[in-house]
């Protein structure tokens, strides 16, 4: 069956370090894939998208890296501030041609 | 408007009744989704439509939910007889749904049921 998986672990981190979540999947050929952030009581907001030849993108403090083989994305925080705290989801394509989303990973930015 | 947007913010009901939550996504959006979110936990899929194409209706938990999508826009989620367990957070979302950057999810801000 089809997984995405992200770990349920909070993810504490000092101010002004890097923070690297990782998603990986299962039983997909995703030509792309996304992450989104998640605030409390909110809606997730779309960050970034990945496709499948690109190995890096990058959006001002943001980095991701999506490797095919290893079926593995790496979302990256460097400079981490409090603001940062939320919960980063990852989300691809399956064949039933819908976007699927990870449970997401909490991140919690430490002053 | 400017985005999706959701109505009720805030819905309370009792154990039996009938809720209806509405949706409008973003204008000249196809594709519409209904998601599912308990305290703490993940997004969980309820249904996805696409187009005139019919609609996916593999993630609704059981008989009692059902939706519909009206002339391509407006969507309602309707949840008959709920129970204490359908307390939840139910979140909408939109998207142009032909493929890469367009499959960007837009959500709206979602409705809080709370069954009592």
């Known amino acids: 069956s089809q997984k995405i998986e992200q770990n349920s672990e909070a993810l504490n981190i000092q101010e002004g370090k890097t923070a690297t979540l990782t998603c990986n999947y299962t039983?997909?050929?995703?030509?792309?894939l996304q992450w989104y952030r998640q605030d409390p009581g909110r809606g997730p907001v779309f960050l970034l998208l990945i496709r499948e030849n690109e190995k890096e993108k990058r959006k001002e403090r943001l980095k991701v890296t999506f490797d095919t083989t290893l079926k593995q994305s790496l979302f990256h925080i460097t400079a981490s501030q409090p603001a940062d705290s939320a919960t980063y989801l990852c989300?691809?394509?399956?064949?039933?041609?819908?976007?699927?989303f990870g449970k997401g990973n909490q991140v919690v930015v430490i002053p | 408007g400017a985005g999706v947007s959701q109505s009720p913010s805030n819905k309370v009901t009792e154990k039996g009744k009938d809720v209806e939550l509405r949706c409008d996504p973003i204008s000249g959006h196809t594709a519409l989704y209904w998601y599912r979110q308990s305290l703490g936990q993940g997004l969980e899929f309820l249904i996805y439509f696409q187009g005139n194409s019919a609609p996916d209706k593999s993630g609704l938990p059981s008989d009692r939910f059902s939706a519909e999508r009206t002339g391509g826009s407006v969507s309602t989620l309707t949840i008959q007889r709920t129970q204490q367990e359908d307390s939840a957070v139910y979140l909408c979302?939109?998207?142009?749904?032909?493929?890469?950057?367009?499959?960007?999810?837009?959500f709206g801000p979602g409705t809080r049921l709370t069954v009592l």
């Open positions: 979302a939109s998207s142009l749904g032909a493929g890469g950057l367009t499959d960007t999810q837009y």
């Open positions: 039983n997909y050929s995703p030509a792309y």
């Open positions: 989300a691809l394509k399956g064949g039933n041609n819908r976007l699927a």
